[in-house]
């Protein structure tokens, strides 16, 4: 059952920015830690950012300092704002949990001259 809804993706060009936001079910947002995954085609889904219940923020390495996640307890919203984005930045993104629980559909980002 998917418990999750990812909006906000679309084409930007090179050192455009982006929000990203991700509406949760209530019972998922509050127990577990969330996360932001990407997967670029021929690629594995990698980890982005993840934030704790209590809005510890953690990065992968390619994305610290462009982009910053945040999440709204009481809109049980997360969200990814990303900045100075890269074409290598293109990929589908996920909104998940840690551990992982179904996956929604995803929102495409393209960043693209």
């Known amino acids: 059952q998917v418990q999750v809804v990812e909006s906000g993706g679309g084409l930007v060009q090179p050192g455009g920015s982006l929000r990203l936001s991700c509406a949760a079910s209530?019972?998922?947002?509050?127990?577990?830690?969330m996360a932001w995954y990407r997967q670029a085609p021929g690629n594995q889904r990698e980890l982005v950012a993840e934030i704790t219940t209590n809005g510890s923020p953690n990065y992968a390495d390619s994305v610290k300092g462009r982009f910053t996640i945040s999440r709204d307890n009481a809109k049980n919203t997360m969200y990814l704002q990303m900045n100075n984005l890269k074409p290598e930045d293109t990929a589908a993104y996920y909104c998940?949990?840690?551990?992982?629980?179904?996956w929604g559909q995803g929102t495409q980002v393209t960043v693209s001259s």
């Open positions: 209530r019972s998922m947002f509050r127990k577990y830690t």
């Open positions: 998940n949990t840690i551990p992982t629980h179904s």
